[in-house]
Structure formats: structure tokens, C-alpha cells
């Protein structure tokens, strides 16, 4: 380290190995973007896995989209685009250095999440609690296999069905639909709790004081991160409750 | 000891040159290195578990090689066989090769040619070795635990049945967390090259061993997340039957093809990648030339990172794709050669009239030039749809791959570590040993594997721990071969620990290479460099004069460190 003394205000953050506080944004701005790429491909395989699927057994989709509840998913989506908006809003506060909306725009934010995530709960459980899960265990395919279920269980699974798919055929391996739904809603869900921990961490730091018109990059950052959240999003929710 | 220091000081010797504050004297304790943020020093760290992974995947090679001395199989159980070449291929590939040169010489060289302090990012550079070692941690827990029989490719329905243990569970959690420390990488070296470059230094300024890596970060950073979702898939699969993967549940063991060649042909770039980035640095400096077709060769990197991605099928002529997809796949996979093919026709234009010295890192870049041809050449039997599909799954296929993916790669390895070695360390090493382990490899390499082609064209099956008698002689020869190979890296093991300990002090430019990295004393100051030095181009060696053997060479523009 450098016997120089400590510099202050923002230029504190400035790392030993930029010149400029520009040149660190920039720097964070080019791996923030590839990082994204590479969430888009994570996320590809998954969509891959959708529509290979979708091509082979478009009888699954058509019979499991009745099974999730399309205002659910909309309230949802409205819920995300609202906090992609606050997310934008703090960037901007952040550069500024309007504190007080910083703070408020944040806090806003990771409320919206958290009622994202609260919908999705209810969601999840209702399905849970019916049967209605992944693959081999989901509770429709396993109706005429014997003694895999039990009564109470076959009544649960029955009686919580859509109307619209009593007079439907029951498609083979019906399960993989909610597999699909499962591990996609899943692993968004799970971007969706670690954006929430990196607002929370904003949070401190905006109450510490430390961003400001030269140094906003985390807030910068972490807004990028939490738009491509909101879109996968977008993605997800015409997919999987609105086209059957 | 204090007044030595200040005599030091006060005047400026040759000693006290030679015994200058740098990266390694700069901080002391285990403690300053695992948490260093120092690209120097976690390149080496990840150096050296780079090296440990590769001894440990060659005891595995010696066990195989060992074993099928006999047709009966000379040295182990059959089901013990099968763990030992899933974890050579696993650990030589996930643990040695993937990472090999960026992350360890890569992560040395790169801030440096850029004239940088450091990477742009030196936590996440942190992070990622940490991650490195979690997986190679891992995939030695999968050895005590009963190991791994599945073949490193993991192919379901196998893979994934419930009677397979904990192995593949474990193997799948490596995979997933060694592929994130890749991507960290990639995105950190493409963020630092695209962000950092110093004034003066356009895209094609750089040295080709920056587009190299930049062209490996591309594949690092788009093609190792579809490995990640595969392989949370895989394990989700196992645990919880979502009939993605498994027949039995209504899934689709060739979606899983489809999902690990999709990174696993463009990984193989990203072995190749950089290590032919480094040839293109050795072949100039030891030709002292420029090097010949800069922009071609710099732009094949990049074309070859994009049409690597469009070739995954032809591991899969005869999985059951369609005709039309097989015909698509195989032509595609003659047409990512223009691009490679450039490039060797560059490099020997570039030594065609140029004062060539084979010093050790040149003599591996000869064999590297010998090994590809034949590797890149035998591969265009595997990429025709008639040939392959009587191929698929010999032993020509083993050779071939191993032609590619160790004789090039490992080759390109050893000549970079070479040739940063006194970089790196501030020692020589003995020229004329590490050039007669330099040949043994090479030699050993093609005894071991030519005769891998002619039992493969005989159909003899990859994988098998026991094997027909008529293969026998040519079995043995390879078991010759990989013994003779083995005594090459050892010997050159022996070489690197001598220089070590009795090492003469290195120069700072001990090859007269004209790239930033030697613009730094050796080795280099904990900020590498005080401020930028100027630029004068990768390959413009007017600039630089030889003083004498112990010296090296200097700019003759005044700028010395
Ligand atoms: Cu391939």
C-alpha cells in the first residue's frame, strides 16, 4: 500500500489500480453487462428446455396452464415493473445525491420485492399442498398408479383441479410441465432474494452516506442487475401462465 | 542486516537492484497470500493447484496406462479402472486444462501487457480462485467416497439412475462451482482488457495473447452458464425425478447431449484458445520478427470463438439426430478449421527468414506446431459424418483428442511457463536440461498416442478395462510411450525446482520480447509498474538491444525498469 494519506470524500472508493474515478465505473459497467450475459444464458438452458418440450408435448402446456392463476402472475408482474421503476428512480437520486429519495426509492425497491415474493408464496403453496408437483411426483400422474397415493391424497389432488381440465385427456408425464414451471419461477425466485440482500446492503451504505454525484456505481449496478431480473421475468410470465 | 539495507541505498549496485522490493518479498505470512487481491500472487496460487491437479490426473493416466498393459488388465479391478478414467478425464479437464493458462499464467501476464497495476476487478479474481479450489476439493472427496464410474462426460440415463451413490452428486456440485470460478474469469480478464487498456493501446496495439484471452473470455463467459444450468439440472434430476433428463420419468437423455456439447465443444477452445496465444508471442520473440498477419490472427481468435458455438452436434452423429442436423453439424465443423488454419499458416510465415532461437520455449512451440497439425488434421475424419460414425468411440477418437487437447495445449502450457518463468520467479532455469525434457515430452507424447490411431482404426473400443489380445503390442507401446512422457515432466519438475533454488538471477527482459509485461523489473514490484511505460507495439523489436547472456536486452529509448 501507498504511504500516501487517505483521500477523501468519495474519491475513497477509488481503487489503487484506476486513475480516475470514471475509469472504475466504466471498468464495473463492462463486467456488470457480461455478467448479465451470462445470467441470460443461465437462464437460456432453461428456456431451451421450455421450448423443446413445448414442441414435443404442446398437449402438457395446453392441459398445466389451467393450473396456475394468471391474475397471480399479473399482479406479480406489475408488482416487478413498479420496483424496476424505483430501481431506476435510486440510481438517479444516487447520482444526485439526493439522499432522502435515495434512501426512500431503495427502501421501495426491496418492499416490492418482498411482495413479489410473498405472491409467489401463496402460489407455491397452493400447490404444494394440492400435489401439483415436479416430475414423477406430481400427483395427477401418479392417480392411477397403484397405491402410490394414498385416498386422502387422490381426494386433495381431485378435488383442487381446474374445471377447465376435467373434460381434457390427461397427457402423459403431465409432471415435467410443473417441473419446468417449478425450476424456472424457482431460480428467478431465488434472483429475486439475492437482489433483495444487495438492497439491503445499499441501504446501509446510502445510510452511511457513502454515494454521491462522483461515486453511485453499486447503486448502478445493482439496478442493472435487478432490471434483468424484472425481465426474465417478463419472459417467464406469457410463457408459462398466459400461452397454453 | 539494517546497515547492509542502508549501504544499499545509498549506493545503487547491481546487488541492490537484483534484491528489489517486489510482489514476493513484499508481504509476509500464509495469511498475505490467501488473502492477497495481487493478480501476481493469486496466479500463483493458482499455479500452483494447477500443477498439483495435473499430477494428480497424470497418476491417474500412469494407472490406466499401467493397467492396460495386459489384455486382461494388469494393475486393478475393473469397476476401480472405470473410476480412474473418469477421473483422469474430470480432473485433467475441469481442474488442469479449462484453467490451466488463463487462470494461472493469464492471470500473471494480463494487467501486465496492458501495463495495468492490476485487473479490474481483484476480488472477484479472489473469488474465483476460491471457487477453484472449493470444486478441486470436491472432486477429491468424490475419489474417498467411492468415486466416479460415469465417464467425464456424465451422460443420463447412467449418471442419473438412484443406485449410482454420491459420486455423481458430488461431481455435479464441482462442475457447477468450478464453471462459475471460469466465468468469474472470463468476465474479469474481458471487463480489465475492454476498460483498462492504457493510452496508446488500440484493440490492435494489444499482444495476441490478450485477444486470445479475450476471445476465451467470450466462450467462458456465454458457454459456461448453459454447463451450470445442465449440470443444477443433472442434480435436481437425481434428487428430485423432474423428467427433464431421465427416460423413465418421460424425460430426454439427448437434450442432455445437446446441453453439455453445447459448452463442452466451445470449452475445448477455451483450452486451445489461450495456448495459442501464447505460441503466437514465443514464435515472434524467438524468430525476432514481428509476427507475420497480426489482424488475421487476432480476428481467427475471435471467429473462432463464434463458430465454435455452432458445431456442438458432431459429438452426437450418432446419438439419433436427424440426417439434416448431422449434415449441418458436419459441415459447420469444417469450416471452424479456416480459422486455426490461418493461424498456423501465420505463425510459420512469421519464422519463415527469421533468426530463430530455440531456446525451451520454442522448442515446445515447434512441438506444439507438429502435434496440432496432426491433432487438427486427424480430426477431420471424426468431423465427416461417414468416417465418425465408424469412429465414434475408438481409440482414434482418444488420440485425437489427445493430439488437441494435451499436446497442444499441454505444450503451449509448458512453453508459456517457460517462457514467464523468470518473470514469475527472477530466476533461470538450466537451458539445455529443460530443453532435453522438453523433447522427452514430445517424443513420449507421440509414442503414447500415434499408436492410439491405428487400434482405434482397428476398433478398439475407448473406455474399456480389458481389451482383445491383438491389441496388445500396441497397447504396450503406449504404456512405453506414457512412461517416457511422465519421465519428461518430472524431469522438467527437477529442472523449475533447481532454477528455483540455485536459479540465476533472471534479467528483467531476458528473451528481448517487446510486450509490457517485461517493461517490469524481474520479478516485478508489487504495482508492477509506477506509471505506464511507453508504448511502443507487442512486436516492434527496434526498440530493444541485447546487452549481453546475464543482462538480457534493453530499450534502447531510455525506458528501463
Ligand atoms: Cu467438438
Known amino acids: 500500500m501507498s504511504s500516501h494519506a487517505k483521500p477523501s470524500g468519495e474519491r475513497r472508493f477509488l481503487q489503487v489500480h484506476f486513475e480516475t474515478m470514471g475509469a472504475q ?13 451470462s445470467e441470460l444464458l443461465f437462464f437460456g438452458g432453461l428456456f431451451t428446455a ?49 439522499t432522502k429519495t435515495l434512501k426512500a426509492t431503495l427502501w421501495l425497491t426491496l418492499l416490492l420485492a418482498g411482495a413479489f415474493l410473498v405472491v409467489k408464496y401463496f402460489e407455491y403453496a397452493h400447490k404444494i399442498e394440492a400435489g401439483y408437483i415436479w416430475g414423477g411426483e406430481h400427483c ?12 386422502h391424497q387422490i381426494e386433495h389432488c381431485l378435488s383442487a383441479l381446474p374445471p377447465e381440465v376435467a373434460h381434457l385427456p390427461i397427457p402423459e408425464h403431465m409432471g415435467r410441465f410443473f417441473s419446468i414451471y417449478f425450476v424456472m419461477t424457482g431460480l428467478h425466485g431465488l434472483h429475486v432474494l439475492i437482489g433483495m440482500a444487495l438492497y439491503v446492503w445499499l441501504l446501509r451504505r446510502a445510510g452511511r452516506g457513502d454515494f454521491g454525484p462522483k461515486y453511485f456505481g453499486p447503486v448502478d449496478m445493482v439496478a442493472l442487475y435487478w432490471h434483468i431480473v424484472d425481465m426474465i421475468w417478463i419472459f417467464l410470465f406469457p410463457l408459462l401462465y398466459l400461452i397454453g | 542486516m539494517v546497515a547492509a539495507t542502508r549501504t544499499a541505498e545509498l549506493h545503487p549496485s547491481h546487488e541492490a537492484t537484483s534484491a528489489h522490493d517486489n510482489y514476493l518479498t513484499h508481504a509476509h505470512g500464509w495469511k498475505s497470500w490467501i488473502f492477497s487481491l495481487d493478480h501476481k500472487r493469486i496466479g500463483i496460487m493458482y499455479l500452483c493447484a494447477i500443477l498439483l491437479s495435473l499430477l494428480l490426473g497424470g497418476v491417474f493416466a500412469l494407472v490406466i496406462r499401467i493397467h492396460l498393459w495386459a489384455p486382461e488388465g494388469a494393475l486393478v479391478s475393473n469397476p476401480t479402472y472405470n473410476n480412474f478414467f473418469t477421473l483422469h478425464g474430470a480432473v485433467m479437464i475441469f481442474l488442469f486444462i479449462i484453467p490451466g493458462i488463463p487462470a494461472a499464467l493469464g492471470n500473471f501476464v494480463l494487467p501486465m501487457q496492458l501495463g495495468a497495476k492490476d485487473l479490474a476487478f481483484p476480488r472477484l479474481n479472489l473469488l474465483s480462485f476460491y471457487l477453484y479450489s472449493i470444486g478441486a476439493v470436491l472432486f477429491i472427496i468424490v475419489l474417498a467416497v467411492g468415486g466416479l464410474d460415469t465417464g467425464w462426460t456424465l451422460y443420463p440415463p447412467y449418471s442419473l439412475e438412484g443406485t449410482r451413490g454420491l459420486g455423481v452428486l458430488l461431481a455435479l456440485t464441482a462442475t457447477f462451482i468450478v464453471g462459475f ?124 470463438a463464434v463458430v465454435g458455438f455452432l458445431v456442438w452436434g458432431h459429438h452426437m452423429f450418432t446419438s439419433g439426430q436427424s440426417k439434416w442436423t448431422n449434415i449441418i453439424f458436419s459441415f459447420l465443423t469444417f469450416f471452424v478449421a479456416v480459422p486455426s488454419a490461418i493461424k498456423v499458416f501465420n505463425w510459420l510465415a512469421t519464422m519463415y527468414k527469421g533468426d530463430i532461437r530455440l531456446k525451451t520455449p520454442m522448442v515446445y512451440v515447434l512441438g506444439f506446431f507438429a502435434l496440432f497439425g496432426v491433432g487438427g488434421l486427424t480430426g477431420i475424419f471424426l468431423g465427416s459424418l461417414a468416417t465418425d460414425v465408424a469412429l465414434h468411440d475408438t481409440y482414434f477418437v482418444v488420440a485425437h483428442f489427445h493430439f488437441v487437447m494435451v499436446g497442444s495445449v499441454l505444450t503451449a502450457f509448458l ?45 478398439m473400443p475407448r473406455r474399456y ?55 517490469t523489473p524481474s520479478p516485478p514490484t508489487h504495482h508492477n509498474f509506477e506509471q505506464t511505460p511507453p508504448i511502443t507495439g507487442p512486436y516492434n523489436y527496434d526498440v530493444l538491444e541485447e546487452v549481453s547472456e546475464e543482462a538480457g536486452w534493453v530499450r534502447n529509448d531510455g525506458w528501463n525498469p
Open chain 1, 25 to 37: 465505473l466504466a471498468a464495473s459497467k463492462s463486467g456488470m453487462w457480461l455478467f448479465l450475459a
Open chain 1, 50 to 98: 421450455y421450448a423443446v418440450y413445448r414442441a414435443n408435448h404442446p398437449d402438457m402446456y395446453h392441459y398445466g396452464q389451467y393450473f396456475l392463476d394468471w391474475r397471480m402472475g399479473a399482479i406479480n408482474t406489475a408488482v416487478l415493473i413498479s420496483s424496476s421503476l424505483s430501481a431506476a428512480w435510486s440510481v438517479r437520486a444516487a447520482q444526485l445525491g439526493d
Open chain 1, 140 to 151: 395427477v400422474d401418479n392417480l392411477k398408479v397403484a397405491g402410490k397415493l394414498t385416498e
Open chain 2, 181 to 304: 470460478s471460469s466465468i468469474l474469469t472470463g468476465l474479469n480478464f474481458m471487463a480489465t482488457v475492454h476498460s483498462m487498456r492504457p493510452k496508446g493501446m488500440g484493440w490492435f496495439d494489444m499482444p495476441l495473447f490478450l485477444w486470445a484471452l479475450f476471445a476465451t473470455g467470450i466462450i467462458q463467459v456465454v458457454a459456461t452458464p448453459v454447463l451450470g444450468i445442465t449440470v443444477a439440472l443433472g442434480f435436481l434430476e437425481r434428487m428430485f425425478h423432474l423428467g427433464i433428463f431421465m427416460p423413465e420419468y418421460g424425460g430426454d437423455p439427448v437434450l442432455f447431449q445437446h446441453f453439455f456439447w453445447f459448452y463442452s465443444h466451445p470449452a475445448v477452445y477455451v483450452m486451445i484458445l489461450p495456448a495459442m496465444g501464447i505460441v503466437s508471442e514465443v514464435v515472434s520473440v524467438f524468430s525476432r520478427k514481428a509476427i507475420f498477419g497480426y489482424r488475421f490472427i487476432a480476428m481467427s481468435s475471435i471467429a473462432i
Open chain 2, 415 to 459: 512453453a508459456g511457463l517457460h517462457y514467464w518463468w523468470p518473470k514469475i520467479t527472477g530466476k533461470m532455469y538450466d537451458e539445455r536440461w529443460a530443453r532435453i525434457a522438453a523433447i522427452l515430452v514430445m517424443v513420449g507424447f507421440f509414442i503414447t498416442f500415434l499408436p492410439q490411431f491405428l487400434s482405434g482404426l482397428q476398433g
Open chain 2, 465 to 519: 478395462a480389458t481389451y482383445l489380445p491383438v491389441f496388445k503390442p500396441l497397447h504396450q507401446l503406449s504404456t512405453i510411450g506414457a512412461i517416457v512422457l511422465a519421465s519428461g515432466m518430472f524431469l522438467d519438475a527437477w529442472v523449475l525446482w533447481v532454477s528455483l533454488r540455485r536459479g540465476k538471477q533472471a534479467p528483467a527482459n531476458p528473451w528481448g520480447a517487446a510486450s509490457l509485461e517485461w517493461a
